[in-house]
T-cell receptor
Framework: GAVVSQHPSWVICKSGTSVKIECRSLDFQATTMFWYRQFPKQSLMLMAT?????????EQGVEKDKFLINHASLTLSTLTVTSAHPEDSSFYIC????????????????FGPGTRLTVL | GQNIDQPTEMTATEGAIVQINCTYQTSGFNGLFWYQQHAGEAPTFLSYNVLDGLEEKGRFSSFLSRSKGYSYLLLKELQMKDSASYLC??????????WGAGTKLIIKP
């Protein structure tokens, strides 16, 4: 259980294009998903918290108009990097909280496999 | 304020035992997580501690002392495949994870 998928696994694009990354919870419903970015040899950086049916909450310094997040259903959140530039090249990872047991809330985050974005 | 600290890198020998420490400071606390991350891959969940004490799960164990703001991950019978980064993170009062920078564990034959 608690499987999260991401698509695509990697993408190479030209500067100025937009790239959409999908994050799906395969065997559970996730009201909250998280989007992270990780540069080589650095720690995870939370970009935004995505809530189903409402606007995402962005971390300080993350441009909401550049990184568009849509959480349209309980199993799907998308991150669109608009007008991507070489400095946006990074490893983008989503995570979701799986439901707890016995009616308890779980806040264990399960990660998708990540999307490696390279902008030329 | 909030902060979390863990060693940058550790080296151990195959078959041995290694303990990776993590210290944290926060006013609101809802548990301590350990994740494993192999190079080029996403993190995978290892353990969660919210009460003091030791949680054992196969070759891996995790310990928490809330009064000391301290946790460790203990890996026994090390295998080469255990070479990875180990991330500790605590859940704050808003249930948001605050991540450490990760400890790169190098296993030598």
């Amino acid at each position: 259980g608690a499987v999260v998928s991401q698509h695509p696994s990697w993408v190479i694009c030209k500067s100025g294009t937009s790239v959409k990354i999908e994050c799906r919870s395969l065997d559970f419903q996730a009201t909250t998903m998280f989007w992270y970015r990780q540069f080589p040899k650095q720690s995870l950086m939370l970009m935004a918290t995505s809530n189903e049916g409402s606007k995402a909450t962005y971390e300080q310094g993350v441009e909401k108009d550049k990184f568009l997040i849509n959480h349209a259903s309980l199993t799907l959140s998308t991150l669109t990097v608009t007008s991507a530039h070489p400095e946006d090249s990074s490893f983008y990872i989503c995570s979701a909280c799986a439901p707890g047991t016995s009616g308890r809330v779980s806040h264990t985050q399960y990660f998708g496999p990540g999307t490696r974005l390279t902008v030329l | 304020g909030q902060n979390i600290d863990q060693p940058t890198e550790m080296t151990a020998t195959e078959g041995a035992i290694v303990q990776i420490n993590c210290t944290y400071q926060t006013s609101g606390f809802n548990g301590l997580f350990w994740y494993q991350q192999h190079a080029g891959e996403a993190p995978t969940f290892l353990s969660y501690n919210v009460l003091d004490g030791l949680e054992e799960k196969g070759r891996f164990s995790s310990f928490l002392s809330r009064s000391k703001g301290y946790s460790y991950l203990l890996l026994k019978e090390l295998q080469m495949k255990d070479s990875a980064s180990y991330l500790c993170a605590f859940s704050d009062s808003n249930y948001q994870l605050i991540w450490g920078a990760g400890t790169k564990l190098i296993i030598k034959p």
